[in-house]
């Protein structure tokens, strides 16, 4: 279409019906029974058939065709490939449609169509004709769109099993929902430690130490081991003060014999 442009020749019938594919997925634009050139005569002829859902309003009003009537029709031939071959306006006759057009109605996007793709179907369907994009632009832009990545989650569908394919899972956690109880489950834990960063501070933060008592796992058994006992003085901290606590003497002194009265009993 941007060569026809070029050439100044006017398509006048732009739809799906009248796109070739070859075996190697290339398209190739068909019947150009209502193709002219821009110069010569622009106005259909009575009597001639024309797809009036493909046709823009300008030419409705009585106008010319131009090079921009093909950019509306191929805005329409948009949606239906990304409706798979659904008529436009579905449900609309002719005349309803015309009307519609006419009163500045447009066509909603389909839940199949991204945002961006959307965008680009409508400057096809502006108003002033001279107000679309030419075809060489809307290259530029579907090339730009479909290279770039884009930012919302899309759910693509596999044509050859009819399958929904979800994006690829991020490396982050992920909270996953369970249908069947309509809750949220956690990520399962990692058996590693993680270290936690504090954004306010940009420093590192251990895991804070639980109170419970912590039960270990042997890998080699497979067992749960509770944690050994330990026979030395053992230094308490106390979170209040943030300070080490030594055993009180008090409580933990141990009492030895005295030594006189131990001579005395064996005299």
């Not at 279409?1 to 997925?25: G, K, W």
């Not at 110069?39 to 002829?45: D, I, V, Y």
């Not at 008529?87 to 961006?116: F, H, L, N, Q, W």
């Not at 369907?125 to 632009?137: K, N």
Request: proline letters at 10%; aromatic letters at 6%.
């Amino acid at each position: 279409m941007e060569y026809l442009e070029a050439q100044q020749i006017v398509h006048r019938d732009l739809r799906s019906e009248n796109i070739l594919l070859t075996d190697s997925q290339c398209c190739k634009i068909a019947d150009f029974g209502l193709a002219q050139a821009y110069a010569g005569r622009q106005h259909g002829s009575s009597g001639e058939k024309v797809p009036v859902k493909w046709m823009a309003p300008e030419i409705f009003l009585g106008e010319k065709y131009t090079p921009k009537s093909d950019v509306w029709s191929f805005g329409v031939l948009v949606t239906e490939m990304i409706t798979y071959g659904e008529e436009p306006y579905s449900g609309r006759d002719k005349a309803c449609c015309i009307s519609a057009v006419c009163r500045g109605y447009r066509m909603p996007r389909p839940s199949s169509c991204p945002v961006g793709l959307y965008d680009i179907i409508l400057q096809c369907w502006r108003d002033t004709a001279l107000e679309r994009p030419a075809f060489i632009e809307l290259q530029e832009r579907l090339t730009s769109l479909m290279t770039k990545p884009s930012t919302e989650t899309t759910l693509l569908l596999d044509p050859s099993t009819e399958t929904t394919l979800l994006p690829k899972p991020s490396t982050e956690a992920t909270l996953l929902l369970d249908p069947s109880t309509e809750t949220t489950l956690l990520p399962k834990p990692s058996t590693e430690t993680t270290l936690l960063l504090d954004p306010s501070t940009e420093t590192t933060l251990l895991p804070k130490p639980s109170t419970e008592a912590t039960l270990l796992l042997d890998p080699s058994t497979e067992t749960t081991l509770l944690p050994k006992p330990s026979t030395e003085t053992t230094l308490l901290f106390d979170p209040s003060t943030e300070a080490t606590l030594l055993p009180d003497p008090s409580t933990e002194a141990t009492l030895l014999p005295d030594p006189s009265t131990e001579k005395k009993k064996k005299a």
